[in-house]
């Protein structure tokens, strides 16, 4: 069997082969040098300077993979063609992730994905300097917080009228608005930025923002080029069915390449999240063992930004309907729930894991719930 990528979702697919009875041959092709690591610390605790070493903790020699790393899987014909030459496979888990987008123009710009991406950053976010961050999304809020935690003076220029529009809706996203202002952090909505170049950003409407360090934060896209011509189908991500299987038999993909349809929310999910590469190899490498499993979870993921918990279960484009629970303008948490009909089908709550952990679970169960109580913050988050 053979394992393309080496993020958590490569690293998961060869532990739950050997998990689940595997014995035979195990490779795992990685472009990267580093062996396997986790991603969230960096943004988080790396940045910080808390941490500086995620690697994951995996036997290697007790697994019994065998670890092509700094290799890249070039193709796919009838064996899997990489830079060290082609490997022949009877079982193929697909997991190579997904790559930032950059913006054009000749300045230096940082994007954040991997260790070396971390340290680089972390080393330029000196007292004072001046950082203009592009995109108010997930990333670009945590090395927000990390560069203005660090003493810098930090510019976030979003394209959208809020923080986090593309990610939850700009009527939510809008509300954390202010923990920029708290934070120090001037804060640009609403402007798009046309180019990095030496000494700053470039704006689409004209002017422009100083700054010594760019951070590029405005998405990723699914590492799937090696794959074109492979006769897989491609169409944002790998497209799997409820299996993660491809339309080639013995060919699987996971993690935030994937594209695969959700029984539960009856369409394609690609969900570029921890979770999703924790758990979905699983189901895949049960799939090529000769089992049945269905991967169909309530997506989840969490962020950690301005001294805030900020938790996600769920898929709100669903809904028909958005209710708050708490009051997201005074001090405290809050609590955002998606209904479609009298169901819940996606929450997002703000230093409230009590209600992320009940409404995780009412939204897998396609349970019931009554909207008055669920608007009542001192009420549990149940189903009626
Ligand atoms: P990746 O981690 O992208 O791994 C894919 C690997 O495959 C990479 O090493 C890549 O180099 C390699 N590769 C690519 N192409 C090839 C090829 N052709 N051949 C061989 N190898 C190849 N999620 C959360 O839920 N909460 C968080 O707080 C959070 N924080 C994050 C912070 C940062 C800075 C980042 C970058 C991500 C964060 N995430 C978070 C998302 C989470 O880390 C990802 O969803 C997860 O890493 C995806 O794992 P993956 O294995 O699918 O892909």
Request: proline share 5%.
């Given at each position: 069997?053979?394992?393309?990528?080496?993020?958590l979702?490569g690293?998961?697919?060869?532990?739950?082969?050997?998990a689940?009875?595997?014995?035979?041959?195990?490779?795992?092709?990685?472009?990267?040098?580093?062996?396997?690591?986790?991603?969230?610390?960096?943004?988080?605790?790396?940045?910080?300077?808390d941490?500086?070493?995620?690697?994951?903790?995996?036997?290697?020699?007790?697994?019994?993979?065998?670890?092509?790393?700094?290799?890249?899987?070039?193709g796919?014909?009838d064996?899997?063609?990489?830079?060290?030459?082609?490997?022949?496979?009877?079982?193929?888990?697909?997991?190579?992730?997904?790559?930032?987008?950059?913006?054009?123009?000749?300045?230096?710009?940082?994007?954040?994905?991997?260790?070396?991406?971390?340290?680089?950053?972390?080393?330029?976010?000196?007292?004072?300097?001046?950082?203009?961050?592009?995109?108010?999304?997930?990333?670009?809020?945590?090395?927000?917080?990390?560069?203005?935690a660090?003493?810098?003076?930090?510019?976030?220029?979003?394209?959208?009228?809020?923080?986090?529009?593309?990610?939850?809706?700009?009527?939510?996203?809008?509300?954390?608005?202010r923990?920029?202002?708290?934070?120090?952090?001037?804060?640009?909505?609403?402007?798009?930025?046309?180019?990095?170049?030496?000494?700053?950003?470039?704006?689409?409407?004209?002017?422009?923002?100083?700054?010594?360090?760019?951070?590029?934060?405005v998405?990723v896209?699914p590492?799937?080029?090696?794959?074109?011509?492979?006769?897989?189908?491609?169409?944002?991500?790998?497209?799997?069915?409820?299996?993660?299987?491809?339309g080639?038999?013995g060919?699987?993909?996971?993690?935030?390449?994937?594209?695969?349809?959700?029984?539960?929310?009856?369409?394609?999910?690609?969900?570029?999240?921890?979770?999703?590469?924790?758990?979905?190899?699983?189901?895949?490498?049960?799939?090529?063992?000769?089992?049945?499993?269905?991967?169909?979870?309530?997506?989840?993921?969490?962020?950690?930004?301005?001294?805030?918990?900020?938790?996600?279960?769920?898929?709100?484009?669903?809904?028909?309907?958005?209710?708050?629970?708490?009051?997201?303008?005074?001090?405290?948490?809050?609590?955002?729930?998606?209904?479609?009909?009298d169901?819940?089908?996606a929450?997002?709550?703000?230093?409230?894991?009590?209600?992320?952990?009940?409404?995780r679970?009412?939204?897998?169960?396609?349970?019931?719930?009554?909207?008055?109580?669920?608007?009542?913050p001192?009420?549990?988050?149940?189903?009626?």
């Amino acid at each position: 069997m053979i394992v393309a990528g080496g993020g958590l979702a490569g690293v998961r697919t060869a532990e739950a082969l050997r998990a689940q009875g595997y014995t035979g041959p195990l490779t795992l092709v990685g472009a990267e040098p580093h062996r396997p690591y986790d991603r969230p610390p960096l943004s988080k605790g790396v940045l910080r300077g808390d941490v500086d070493d995620t690697t994951l903790d995996t036997d290697w020699a007790a697994l019994g993979c065998e670890l092509l790393l700094g290799h890249r899987a070039t193709g796919l014909t009838d064996v899997l063609e990489t830079t060290a030459g082609p490997l022949a496979f009877d079982g193929l888990v697909i997991a190579t992730g997904a790559a930032p987008i950059r913006l054009p123009g000749d300045g230096p710009q940082h994007v954040l994905r991997t260790i070396d991406d971390a340290r680089a950053l972390r080393a330029e976010l000196r007292p004072g300097a001046r950082v203009a961050i592009v995109g108010a999304g997930w990333i670009g809020a945590e090395v927000a917080t990390a560069a203005a935690a660090a003493g810098c003076r930090v510019t976030v220029v979003e394209a959208a009228d809020a923080p986090l529009a593309g990610a939850v809706a700009a009527e939510v996203g809008t509300k954390t608005a202010r923990w920029y202002a708290e934070a120090g952090i001037e804060l640009r909505t609403g402007v798009k930025v046309a180019s990095v170049e030496r000494g700053g950003l470039d704006l689409a409407g004209g002017g422009s923002v100083e700054a010594d360090v760019v951070l590029t934060g405005v998405g990723v896209r699914p590492e799937t080029a090696w794959l074109e011509g492979s006769g897989l189908t491609l169409d944002d991500g790998v497209v799997v069915d409820e299996r993660l299987r491809t339309g080639r038999p013995g060919v699987y993909a996971a993690g935030d390449c994937a594209a695969w349809w959700s029984p539960t929310f009856q369409r394609r999910l690609r969900v570029e999240h921890w979770d999703t590469a924790l758990n979905a190899p699983e189901v895949a490498a049960a799939g090529l063992l000769g089992g049945e499993r269905v991967y169909d979870p309530v997506p989840y993921f969490w962020s950690e930004q301005f001294g805030h918990m900020v938790q996600y279960a769920g898929h709100h484009p669903v809904a028909d309907t958005m209710l708050w629970r708490g009051d997201p303008s005074a001090a405290g948490g809050w609590s955002a729930c998606w209904l479609s009909g009298d169901r819940l089908v996606a929450i997002l709550t703000v230093d409230r894991p009590r209600d992320l952990l009940q409404g995780r679970r009412i939204i897998a169960g396609h349970k019931r719930v009554d909207r008055s109580a669920l608007a009542d913050p001192a009420i549990a988050v149940k189903e009626t």
